[in-house]
């Protein structure tokens, strides 16, 4: 079973906010994600991270920034939310095999 | 040009039958890693199956086998006996390069579109 965990699992909240979305692994794994997922759709991957302050962007262009102060913490900050950040984000990591969070299901109103 | 290409967007399947979620890939890479996930309507990403592009067996896990048809370029998911629990979304996944980080580039994994699969009783 793997030990990677998002919080919160559900967020709603309004236009303007700063909001972070939290993810955790205690699996040790130097390589951690974040995708974004729109309703029946792909992912698509936004941020990734090598190890301890090593973050990059993805494929897909996202506002949001990541940090990775410690190996199990990479947390995805959004400094002001928009209507058009409402979606699924999913927190993976890697060793030989990737491994998910649950996913946070954000809406921006 | 798309690297996972899922052609099934949606399949109905009978409980206890089998079924068999197809996958094509396209890279140039030597070294890549091919994954099946599972994600239910509760929205999580659970791993199914790994094959790695050097094994020589097809990975198989419990009723998930991957069909792995190196020259076509091919990873079908082969699920046998399924069952109610089964329905969910199903992507296929591809990692470029070898597992190692060899510098440069997003080694994160590239998804297809996924199938939705239905089990009917």
């Known amino acids: 079973e793997a030990d990677i965990y998002q919080t919160p699992r559900y967020l709603v909240i309004g236009t303007g906010k700063k909001i972070t979305l939290e993810c955790s692994q205690t699996?040790?794994?130097?390589?951690m994600y974040w995708y974004q997922q729109d309703p029946g759709m792909e992912l698509h991957l936004i941020h990734y991270?090598?190890?301890?302050?090593?973050?990059e962007k993805g494929d897909l262009s996202s506002e949001s920034t990541v940090s990775r102060i410690r190996t199990e913490h990479f947390p995805l900050t959004l400094e002001s939310a928009r209507p058009s950040h409402t979606s699924q984000y999913l927190c993976?990591?890697?060793?030989?095999?990737?491994?998910f969070g649950q996913g946070t299901r954000l809406t921006v109103v | 040009a798309q690297k996972i290409t899922q052609t099934q967007p949606g399949m109905f399947v009978q409980e206890k039958e089998a079924v068999t979620l197809d996958c094509t890939y396209d890279?140039?890479?030597?070294?890549?890693?091919l994954f099946w996930y599972k994600q239910p309507s509760s929205g999580e990403m659970i791993f199914l199956i790994y094959?790695?592009?050097?094994?020589?067996q097809n990975a198989t896990e419990g009723r998930y086998s991957l069909n792995f048809q190196k020259a076509r370029k091919s990873a079908n998911l082969v699920i046998s006996a399924s069952q109610l629990g089964d329905s969910a979304m199903y992507f296929c996944?591809?990692?470029?390069?070898?597992?190692?980080?060899?510098?440069?580039?997003?080694?994160?994994?590239?998804f297809g579109k996924g199938t939705h699969l239905i089990i009917q009783p």
């Open positions: 993976a990591s890697r060793g030989s095999e990737a491994f």
């Open positions: 699996m040790g794994h130097d390589k």
């Open positions: 991270s090598y190890g301890v302050n090593s973050t």
């Open positions: 890279t140039s890479d030597q070294s890549y890693g």
């Open positions: 094959q790695g592009s050097y094994d020589e």
């Open positions: 996944a591809m990692r470029e390069g070898p597992s190692s980080h060899s510098g440069g580039g997003a080694d994160g994994l590239t």
